[in-house]
T-cell receptor, first 114, second 110 residues
Framework: DAGVIQSPRHEVTEMGQEVTLRCKPI?????LFWYRQTMMRGLELLIY????????DSGMPEDRFSAKMPNASFSTLKIQPSEPRDSAVYFC????????????FGEGSRLTVL | LAKTTQPISMDSYEGQEVNITCSHN???????ITWYQQFPSQGPRFIIQ???TKVTNEVASLFIPADRKSSTLSLPRVSLSDTAVYYC???????????FGQGTTLQVKP
């Protein structure tokens, strides 16, 4: 198993553009977390999916952010329109079990919005 | 939500044992205590997890007192490569509430 795969690893875009970040969770795992990390705010929880359904999106900063998990193999985080303050590293993570706190993280997508 | 409190930073020297304590006063009955390590430009990496008492694996030990209101991560004989940020996390995945705190930046010096 290749673990959690994220793409792109780096993206530079201009303010106002649409950004789509992708995540392939651990094979067969239909639960997923998205986090965002910045120096100022640390690791922030954005959204949690279970059985491919968004269970808690209270961490999504505003309507410009949306996330989907159409199946157990794929999830996207979309920002439209992007703003400079969205610049961060975005991580997705697969829970290895639902009844513990163990997560397997991807390597992250570093987003820079100019 | 069980909030966690850790020291912001710690310094140590190679070969020493490092203990990082995390406070989580309002931990829930079903919550696990999980520790992660993060290097620059990488995602957090699971180190160790426990529910109560002591857990040991090949890289660390985790001590949890009976009241579970705190936990201590113990790293034996640290090396320069252990310089990283260490996070204490309290909860379980299926609640969707795995909230990271500020973490402890450990600097290991030669």
């Amino acid at each position: 198993d290749a673990g959690v795969i994220q793409s792109p690893r780096h993206e530079v875009t201009e303010m106002g553009q649409e950004v789509t970040l992708r995540c392939k969770p651990i094979s067969g795992h239909n639960s997923l977390f998205w986090y965002r990390q910045t120096m100022m705010r640390g690791l922030e929880l954005l959204i949690y999916f279970n059985n491919n359904v968004p269970i808690d999106d209270s961490g999504m900063p505003e309507d410009r952010f949306s996330a989907k998990m159409p199946n157990a193999s794929f999830s996207t985080l979309k920002i439209q329109p992007s703003e400079p303050r969205d610049s961060a590293v975005y991580f997705c993570a697969s829970p290895l079990r639902g009844d513990t706190g163990e997560l397997f993280f991807g390597e992250g997508s570093r987003l820079t919005v100019l | 939500l069980a909030k966690t409190t850790q020291p912001i930073s710690m310094d140590s020297y190679e070969g020493q044992e490092v203990n990082i304590t995390c406070s989580h006063n309002n931990i829930a009955t079903n919550d696990y205590i999980t520790w992660y390590q993060q290097f620059p430009s990488q995602g957090p990496r699971f180190i160790i997890q426990g529910y109560k008492t002591k857990v040991t694996n090949e890289v660390a030990s985790l001590f949890i007192p009976a009241d579970r209101k705190s936990s201590t991560l113990s790293l034996p004989r640290v090396s320069l490569s252990d310089t990283a940020v260490y996070y204490c996390l309290v909860g379980v995945a299926n609640t969707g509430k795995l909230i990271f705190g500020q973490g402890t930046t450990l600097q290991v010096k030669p």
